[in-house]
């Protein structure tokens, strides 16, 4: 299938700092990424949805100013936690979704990176 | 409020059994359908797209379709202690993000 990158992997910072998670589309072109977040033993919960060269939209309750997502490229999307508390403690995973021919152009199908794994002390 | 719902589990079958897994959604509007599967600790990984009522099949995977009973299943036959993980529901509709269901946890008993 498709590959999608994240960079870090882990983290782990002090309150009060700012985090920046990459997120990568290697073999195809992604036209749309989504952020994810899943606590401990719960399902996977949308963050926001961001197009590249513009604006995301974030899910009623994320905070936009909290969560900075920035897709510059076709191939790269960005999650930057401003401020981390240790509530933010999280994983953090992106998906991207767009043409992928070794696949036989299947448009709808989402591909996940291998997520981040956040703790703030 | 678009809603998929799983059955949590825990859902127990010995190695080389069939293991089903069934899901159900609420709109009806809903056009693609898909089956991840999620290890402990990791992302998920997309085992099986369908979009048309019916089978299809895929290896050992089977996907299962039934938009007038708004109802999608997983069987995995001969199943192995490796398939042993959670499975998560998605459906999409149009240009939208997907919804997850909350995932059925399934373990394989050697």
């Known amino acids: 299938g498709a590959v999608v990158s994240q960079h870090p992997s882990w983290v782990i910072c002090k309150s009060g700092t700012s985090v920046k998670i990459e997120c990568r589309s290697l073999?195809?072109?992604?036209?749309?990424m989504f952020w994810y977040r899943q606590f401990p033993k719960q399902s996977l919960m949308l963050m926001a949805t961001?197009?590249?060269?513009?604006?995301?939209?974030?899910e009623q309750g994320v905070e936009k100013d909290k969560f900075l997502i920035n897709h510059a490229s076709l191939t790269l999307s960005t999650l930057t936690v401003t401020s981390a508390h240790p509530e933010d403690s999280s994983f953090y995973i992106c998906?991207?979704?767009?043409?992928?021919?070794?696949?036989?152009?299947?448009?709808?199908?989402?591909?996940f990176g291998p997520g981040t794994r956040l703790t703030v002390l | 409020q678009k809603e998929v719902e799983q059955n949590s589990g825990p859902l127990s079958v010995p190695e080389g059994a069939i293991a089903s897994l069934n899901c159900t959604y609420s709109?009806?509007?809903?056009?693609?359908f898909f089956w991840y599967r999620q290890y402990s600790g990791k992302s998920p990984e997309l085992i099986m797209s369908i979009y048309s009522n019916g089978d299809k099949e895929d290896g050992r995977f089977t996907a299962q379709l039934n938009k007038a009973s708004q109802y999608v299943s997983l069987l995995i036959r001969d199943s192995q202690p490796s398939d042993s993980a959670t499975y998560l529901c998605a459906t999409e509709e149009g240009a939208n993000n997907l919804f997850f269901g909350t995932g059925t946890r399934l373990t394989v008993i050697p």
């Open positions: 961001s197009n590249e060269g513009s604006k995301a939209t974030y």
């Open positions: 073999d195809f072109q992604a036209t749309t």
């Open positions: 709109d009806r509007g809903s056009q693609s």
């Open positions: 998906s991207a979704r767009g043409l992928t021919p070794q696949r036989g152009s299947s448009y709808n199908e989402q591909f």
